[in-house]
């Protein structure tokens, strides 16, 4: 299957930093990539569809001026939590599809940001 | 909007039972369903993709069912294994363009 590689797979941050996270299509381009969090024994909620060359589209509850998506190229999304504080400490997970294909979602190997 | 929904939250069983984990969805407008695998602390694993079209997908052991008028689908796990001992999460979209919407998830506990 199509391969989706995301960096860092953890990263450990202070308080009121700001940490970005890549995720990359390594085999197909994807105009459209999909960032979830998850939180500890809970499932996977959206957080917002990132659309290369355009606005990201934010889900109800999710602050773009703190979660800050930029699709600048067919193969790389990039999240930045800016200002993280403690109950940022998630499981963030990329997502994209090959165009004119089965529909398959595939998700990149998530990042683990534990913010101190 | 989508919800999806899987019972049982956590289920235990021994090894070598068969066992069939449930999902339920409230759109039958889907495009496609996925199931995948999620072992603690690490990323997600894709099991099986079935299409609106389809009425099941099989692989190895593993065996999905799809049935969009009553809004549901099973994943069956034949013969289980200590190592099938994870999350497993249903997921439905409701187009090629839309995210996957998730269930929760059913933790399953295979015994030695």
């Known amino acids: 299957g199509a391969v989706v590689s995301q960096h860092p797979s953890w990263v450990i941050c202070k308080s009121g930093t700001s940490v970005k996270i890549e995720c990359r299509s390594l085999?197909?381009?994807?105009?459209?990539m999909f960032w979830y969090r998850q939180f500890p024994k809970q499932s996977l909620m959206l957080m917002a569809t990132?659309?290369?060359?355009?606005?990201?589209?934010?889900e109800q509850g999710v602050e773009k001026d703190k979660f800050l998506i930029n699709h600048a190229s067919l193969t790389l999304s990039t999240l930045t939590v800016t200002s993280a504080h403690p109950e940022d400490s998630s499981f963030y997970i990329c997502?994209?599809?090959?165009?004119?294909?089965?529909?398959?979602?595939?998700f990149g190997e998530g990042s683990r940001l534990t913010v101190l | 909007k989508q919800e999806v929904t899987q019972i049982p939250a956590a289920l235990s069983v021994p090894e070598g039972e068969n066992l069939v984990l449930n999902c339920s969805f409230t759109d039958s407008a889907i495009y496609n369903l996925q199931w995948f695998r999620q072992d603690p602390g690490k990323g997600l694993t894709s099991l099986l993709l079935?299409?609106?079209?389809?009425r099941e997908q099989t692989s190895g052991r593993l065996n999905a069912s799809l049935d969009k008028s009553s809004g549901r689908s099973t994943l069956y796990i034949a013969a289980s294994q200590p190592g099938d001992s994870a999350t497993y999460l249903c997921a439905a979209s409701l187009s090629g363009n839309t995210p996957l919407v998730f269930g929760k998830g059913t933790r399953l506990s295979v015994i030695a």
């Open positions: 079935i299409q609106s079209s389809q």
């Open positions: 990132s659309n290369e060359g355009s606005k990201a589209t934010y």
């Open positions: 997502s994209a599809r090959v165009p004119g294909s089965t529909g398959e979602l595939f």
């Open positions: 085999d197909f381009q994807a105009t459209t």
